[in-house]
């Protein structure tokens, strides 16, 4: 009985960590921590992770069972027994790539870990980008309403007033006509302020997860110095998501060079004959012989090569256009 009546309260718990208004330092804490976005990238970047310890490793062995020399024609056909060359086979191959391509593929893994990594950052970065500007909209739309709102109740008791005035002369009958016509539209922008309220909550909402946020204290000040900005843009996020995509491509070149060397393979076999007969023991291996490189894998190393400039070029417009943004 206890636990139904107990169970309300229970339900409730989650609100209780939504409790208070949130000051721009605490907004900016709980999007970090509550932004699904940001918990995507973070398990992205550990799955990279664990996806680095089989990088550069052997494939699986083969397992091969097989029936050989078995007779179907002369006069030792379908029978096997009486045949001292049909045996049973049982063996196990195991292909080894050659060591660059095996280096290669660690560090193609490696790069995979460092671009999960430079996403995760950039989308925090963006959810505290989109954060911020949420409180601070919702903090200016807030200030001026209450502004506009003093202001509308301060007219509306001149206009009250007006009516007595013009009686008595004091005031002319257009003056009632202006008042009423500068509330109406003070109340346009009422409405207006009201409906960018509503979006700047459901945007701290989104990114908080804070159902109904109120906001409290003061609008932060941002002091903005143009040459210390220029000279980190290098170090900005989306700088380092392209430079760990260019560290991608790069890898992927060596991969493609690696496929001009020849792969190995080693396999043994057991071979079981008649009791009568002696067993069999195979040994061998096997070198790929990569004889037509200009066709196939020089074309993949100029297709990588390709699109490894394809991000450097990129990454300079980006830069360009960074620096334009602040103004050179």
């Known amino acids: 009985m206890r636990l139904f009546v107990c169970l309300p309260l229970l339900a409730a718990i989650p609100g209780v960590a939504f409790a208070g208004p949130l000051t721009f330092d605490a907004a900016l804490q709980r999007a970090r921590q509550e932004a699904p976005s940001i918990k995507a990238k973070a398990l992205a970047a550990e799955a990279a992770r664990s996806a680095r310890g089989g990088a550069g490793s052997l494939p699986d062995p083969t397992l091969a069972v097989g029936l050989d020399s078995f007779p179907i024609s002369g006069p030792l056909a379908f029978a096997p ?34 671009a999960a990594d430079a996403d995760t950052a950039f989308e925090a970065r963006s959810v505290e980008v989109g954060t911020a500007l949420a409180w601070i909209n919702l903090a200016y739309a807030e200030r001026r309403l209450t502004a506009l709102d003093d202001l509308l109740a301060r007219l509306e008791r001149v206009v009250r007033t007006t009516p007595s005035a013009v009686a008595s002369g004091n005031a002319r009958p257009a003056q009632t006509l202006a008042g009423r016509q500068a509330i109406a ?53 989306t700088m380092a998501m392209i430079d760990a995509q260019s560290g991608q491509a790069m890898a992927d070149v060596r991969m493609a060079d690696a ?13 079981r004959r008649d009791p ?53």
């Open 259 to 271: 496929n001009r060397r020849s792969d190995f393979g080693v396999n043994l076999a057991y071979q």
């Open 81 to 114: 027994g009486q045949d001292n060359f049909t045996m049973a086979r049982v063996g196990v191959s195991q292909d080894i790539p050659n060591l660059a391509k095996r280096r290669a593929q660690r560090a193609r893994a490696d790069s995979d870990i460092k």
């Open 276 to 328: 009568r007969f002696g067993d069999y023991v195979s040994a061998g291996v096997t070198v790929s012989l990569p004889f037509f490189t200009r066709s196939r894998q020089n074309a993949g190393i100029a297709a990588a090569q390709e699109n490894a400039g394809r991000i450097l070029a990129e990454r300079d417009a980006a830069l360009r256009a960074l620096a334009a943004d602040l103004g050179g």
């Open 185 to 237: 539209s003070l109340e346009d922008r009422r409405s207006e302020l009201v409906s960018n309220i509503a979006r700047a909550r459901a945007a701290l909402t989104r990114w908080t997860g804070d159902p109904a946020p109120e906001i409290a204290g003061s609008i932060p000040d941002f002091p903005v110095d143009g040459a210390e900005l220029r000279a980190g843009l290098d170090r900005l996020p």
